[in-house]
Each structure stands twice: as C-alpha cells, then as structure tokens.
C-alpha cells in the first residue's frame, strides 16, 4: 500500500524512472578519470637497514624500561605504604589530642604487665 507521499510523488513524477544514466557513459570512463586525476611522485623505497635500526632502537627501549622498573620495584605496595602511614598519622594527632606524654604510656604498658 502506498503512503500519502508516495502517491503524491507518483502523480507529480509518474512512472517513469527520472535517473538515467546517457549512453555509452561507462565506455572510456577510465581513461577519463585517469586523465583527471593528477599525477603523483614513484614511490619511494625506504632501505632495510633504516628500519632495522628503528626496531633495534625500539628493543632498546624497551628492555632499559623494562630492566629498570624490574630491578626497582619496591617490595610494598604503595597502597600499603599509604595505609600504614596513615595509621601512624592517626595515633600521633590521638596522642597529642590527649595531651599523653611518652613517659606516660611506658608508665602505662609497665603498669599492664
């Protein structure tokens, strides 16, 4: 079933198929489209040797990156490191917050004993 626009288009155009391409078109389009084309340099070669020295260089890199992160790696992760000094952090303010000396928590821990 056709839509309203369809048939207004189909009354307006009619039947006929507006899109036609003129004869003997496709023959030499070719060459045509080769003449209008422009014209561009031969390629050139890029030597071997060039782009063995790049990839050499890129192992290169690689392996000192990766040597040096290997041989310095720290044992801790860096969230532990973080969560220990935070720690540490929190019972120091606790302590001066309390106003507590260190005589009077050694004085404390031999009094436990």
Do not use: C
């Not at 860096?78 to 260190?102: I, K, R």
Request: negative net charge.
């Amino acid at each position: 079933m056709m839509t309203k626009e369809e048939k207004r288009i189909t009354e307006l155009a009619g039947q006929q198929n507006p899109f036609r391409v003129p004869e003997g078109y496709f023959e030499g389009f070719n060459e045509r489209l080769m003449t209008r084309l422009p014209r561009t340099e031969k390629a050139r070669t890029i030597p071997l040797r060039s782009r063995l020295w790049r990839y050499a260089a890129a192992v290169a890199v690689i392996l000192g990156v990766g040597s040096a992160l290997y041989w310095n790696h720290d044992t801790r992760s860096a969230m532990a490191y973080y969560e220990e000094s935070t720690l540490e952090q929190y019972y120091n303010e606790a302590l001066d917050y309390a106003m507590v000396d260190n005589m009077e928590i050694a004085a404390y821990l031999t009094e436990a004993e």
